[in-house]
């Protein structure tokens, strides 16, 4: 079996060229305009006091040389295209052994040009090895000027793509441990209500237990129309929320009160598609269930130095309970999808409120 290579190579694809396109006219353009000023102010321009100076010949000259300069460049750059899929210490070789041979050509286009518009000489008469020497250091930088130009467009194009790659790559891994995380929340709320539902089929309580039926289909219907995405607005998540309740409602009847005081200004916002309904239920597990009297929740939502504040507020057992008990799976998980979307830039705080209950406080950048 033959053992694949491990050498590094610059190899892009057809689509990383066609976007290098219209970067490399722009480089290709303006540098030989550059060039062309510089030979005119360094070279040209001191000697046009000089009586016996062909100032028309010299300026058709350096047309003529930057034109045959940006033709040479360009032919280095479509024979690096088609090389730099080789090993990289092989297309750096062939692309400054090609430059070194353009560099020649180069000099030779410009010298010829010299002889026949500045002096009216045959292109090849009276050339002096020093001139040509002279002239060929210039012509040879140039050409490998632009081959490490060209290098450098191609490492900072295969940057990007790799960066781009990483980007897709955490993107998507985030995405998928969003959606596990969701797909987590669903059962373990449809375990629970349930289990609600049974218990009621069991005290023959049956219309009850329908409409609840009833009242959960609804809620998974919408839940799946709504918040197929990762995020939803503050709106759509408090309709859910009060689908949610509706079926808490048929269990608890009167025993469960509600309190939503939410600032009109923050609907629009963005937030995790099921962040309330964990908490709401946390609430009602281990605060309304445990009272024979039954109890409130209320729900605040607001906006604090561009942050959006949400709070899940309860009023407490009957009899005295830490305020840490109880947030299992739903709090974990709530906590988990928080730090995935907004990057660890949240905060959640549970604390004990006046009545004796727990408040839950969460606070994610405001996005609208």
């Not at 100032?55 to 032919?75: C, D, K, R």
């Not at 197929?228 to 408090?238: F, N, P």
Request: hydrophobic fraction near 45%.
């Amino acid at each position: 079996m033959e053992a694949k290579s491990t050498e590094s190579t610059l190899e892009l694809g057809p689509q990383a060229f066609s976007k290098q396109s219209h970067q490399f006219w722009i480089l290709q353009i303006s540098g030989w305009l550059g060039y062309a000023v510089v030979v005119f102010f360094a070279i040209i321009r001191p000697q046009i006091a000089q009586e016996s100076f062909n100032f028309s010949g010299q300026m058709i000259n350096l047309v003529l040389e930057t034109l045959s300069g940006f033709l040479l460049s360009y032919l280095q750059w479509q024979l690096i295209r088609k090389i730099v899929h080789f090993p990289l210490k092989k297309t750096l070789f062939l692309s400054f052994l090609s430059a070194a041979t353009l560099g020649l050509v180069f000099n030779v286009i410009k010298l010829s040009f010299y002889k026949v518009l500045v002096y009216q000489q045959e292109w090849n008469e009276a050339w002096d090895m020093l001139e040509f020497g002279g002239w060929l250091l210039f012509s040879l930088t140039t050409m490998f000027v632009w081959t490490s130009i060209y290098f450098i467009m191609l490492y900072n194009t295969k940057l990007q793509g790799e960066h781009e790659m990483l980007l897709r790559a955490q993107t998507a891994a985030k995405d998928a441990q969003l959606q596990m995380l969701r797909y987590q929340l669903n059962p373990h709320f449809m375990f629970n209500t349930m289990n609600a539902i049974s218990t009621l089929i069991y005290k023959n309580e049956n219309e009850t237990a329908n409409e609840m039926i009833d009242k959960l289909c609804e809620f998974f219907r919408y839940s799946l129309d709504k918040n197929d995405k990762s995020k939803t607005t503050l709106q759509k998540e408090l309709e859910l929320i009060e689908l949610y309740l509706s079926i808490e409602k048929v269990r608890f009847a009167n025993r469960l009160k509600v309190e939503i005081d939410v600032c009109k200004t923050v609907l629009d916002c963005q937030v995790p598609s099921m962040l309330l309904q964990p908490l709401v239920e946390n609430a009602i597990k281990y605060a309304i269930e445990l009272r024979k009297s039954g109890g409130k929740i209320r729900i605040i939502a607001k906006k604090e130095a561009e942050r959006l504040i949400i709070q899940v507020a309860d009023n407490g057992q009957e009899t005295q309970a830490k305020v840490s008990d109880g947030f299992g799976i739903g709090m974990s998980n709530t906590k988990a999808r928080l730090n995935a979307m907004f990057s660890g830039d949240y905060h959640v705080d549970i604390t004990a409120t006046d009545e004796g209950g727990t408040m839950v406080s969460i606070s994610i950048p405001y996005e609208s």
